[in-house]
């Protein structure tokens, strides 16, 4: 479809909103973006026409749930550039995705064992591996960044060793924009014999993503930031990797037979997919999916990215603001401060002029501290943006500084 915002932006209901007498300049979208209806139609043409618990039955009902539940699963498979559907583990959203990780490979570590993350990761790809460190004595090192956000990758080479047992990296840094060449790190990774873990919360909604290529073990991400569901994403992995990995929740669907003094489970993804699984959200997932690929996702890229700098442009001449995360690959993302204001202020202020942007530490506390500072100001840009939006946002953060002076 050829790439036209407006009629992309007649898509989302909400849009059309105002917010104390200003139209909405919807900025939020690195923490979760706004859903078509054709997402929103999807889930509710279900429940009317066809809702009924899926895998368990013989009747028409949960056949045709069935069909569409894995239709779902095989879209991501294919948005992922996953070899088969059964690559992919349904999830509440990356978090559990990542929480999957660690709890599923936590029979591999013993004390001593090192995991490697990064300084800028988010706080889901961080408290995981601390419950390895502190139940199975497990050492976490950190590639430092460096003042423009990048990795130092000299460092993270030199990390390697043979008690490196598992990387967790970022695809696309969620405060900073920053791209990590996860290829390369992959590669590197196994040729430590390390397993290599990729959060692509970021990078999925932003660039097209092939597993294979990359060379990942597992990579994870997220429906509710692709213009989908909440409560739904997925984990990508190996088949030799979902085989090693231990369940994470116990019972139904997830085992092949029950026992009173043992159990069986059953193959991946199911063995990890215990319950009644977030049926309605996947096929949402399905449907945001579809809607997506229907653009070009180079056109995509280019309109976000052009957004992105038209704001930091716009604010370029105004030396009391402060711009984290400079790298040349980045995405969308416009992490800021403003000189002897707090973020907090400063996005309330905003807010009154109609502009939604993320004021915190957006679950990066250690990249906060590496920066040396408490917080920042973040505008993320999406599918729907306009370039009016990108400049009535810069004329707000003008207005909030001559305020808050």
């Given at each position: 479809m050829t790439f036209d915002v407006q009629q992309i932006r007649s898509q989302f209901p909400v849009l059309a909103r105002e917010i104390n007498d200003y139209p909405l300049t919807y900025l939020d979208n690195a923490a979760s973006a706004q859903k078509p209806t054709a997402v929103m139609d999807a889930m509710t043409s279900q429940t009317e026409r066809a809702y009924a618990n899926v895998h368990r039955g013989l009747h028409t009902m949960a056949n045709e749930t069935t069909e569409a539940f894995e239709a779902a699963r095989g879209k991501v498979a294919s948005f992922l550039g996953a070899p088969s559907d059964k690559n992919i583990v349904?999830?509440?959203?990356?978090?559990?995705?990542?929480?999957?990780?660690?709890?599923?490979?936590?029979?591999?570590?013993?004390?001593?064992?090192e995991i490697i993350i990064t300084q800028m990761e988010h706080h889901s790809n961080i408290v995981p591996w601390h419950f390895l460190r502190e139940r199975h004595g497990a050492v976490i090192k950190f590639v430092p960044v460096t003042d423009e956000g990048a990795l130092d990758l000299g460092a993270y080479k030199a990390m390697l060793g043979e008690k490196t047992k598992i990387v967790s990296i970022v695809h696309m840094s969620n405060v900073l924009g920053t791209v990590n060449p996860i290829k390369d790190m992959a590669t590197w990774a196994h040729a430590a014999g390390a397993i290599f873990i990729s959060d692509g919360t970021q990078a999925a909604v932003h660039m097209d993503i092939d597993v294979q290529d990359l060379g990942v073990d597992l990579y994870c991400m997220t429906g509710h930031k692709l213009y989908g569901p909440t409560a739904i994403g997925a984990?990508?992995?190996?088949?030799?990797?979902?085989?090693k990995m231990q369940p994470f929740n116990g019972g139904g669907e997830m085992i092949e037979d029950v026992f009173e003094d043992r159990v069986t489970y059953n193959d991946a993804p199911y063995k990890f997919e215990a319950?009644?699984?977030p049926i309605l959200e996947a096929i949402g997932l399905g449907a945001a999916i579809d809607w997506v690929r229907q653009f070009s996702s180079e056109d995509i890229r280019q309109h976000e990215m052009a957004l992105y700098h038209a704001a930091r442009d716009g604010l370029a001449d105004m030396n009391s603001i402060q711009v984290v995360g400079t790298t040349a690959d980045k995405g969308p993302v416009?992490?800021?401060?403003?000189?002897?204001?707090?973020?907090?202020?400063?996005?309330?202020?905003?807010?009154?002029?109609?502009?939604?942007?993320?004021?915190?530490?957006?679950?990066?506390?250690?990249?906060?501290?590496?920066?040396?500072?408490?917080?920042?100001?973040?505008?993320?840009?999406?599918?729907?943006?306009?370039?009016?939006?990108?400049?009535?946002?810069?004329?707000?953060?003008?207005?909030?500084?001559?305020?808050?002076?």
């Open positions: 349904f999830t509440r959203g990356a978090t559990e995705a990542l929480n999957l990780c660690a709890y599923g490979l936590a029979h591999m570590i013993e004390p001593g064992d984990l990508y992995g190996t088949s030799a990797t979902l085989d319950g009644t699984p416009l992490s800021f401060n403003l000189k002897g204001a707090h973020a907090h202020d400063l996005a309330q202020i905003l807010d009154k002029y109609g502009v939604a942007v993320r004021a915190g530490q957006h679950c990066t506390q250690p990249l906060m501290a590496r920066f040396g500072i408490h917080s920042t100001a973040r505008a993320s840009f999406g599918i729907y943006n306009t370039l009016d939006e990108a400049e009535r946002f810069v004329e707000a953060v003008r207005k909030a500084a001559r305020f808050l002076a």
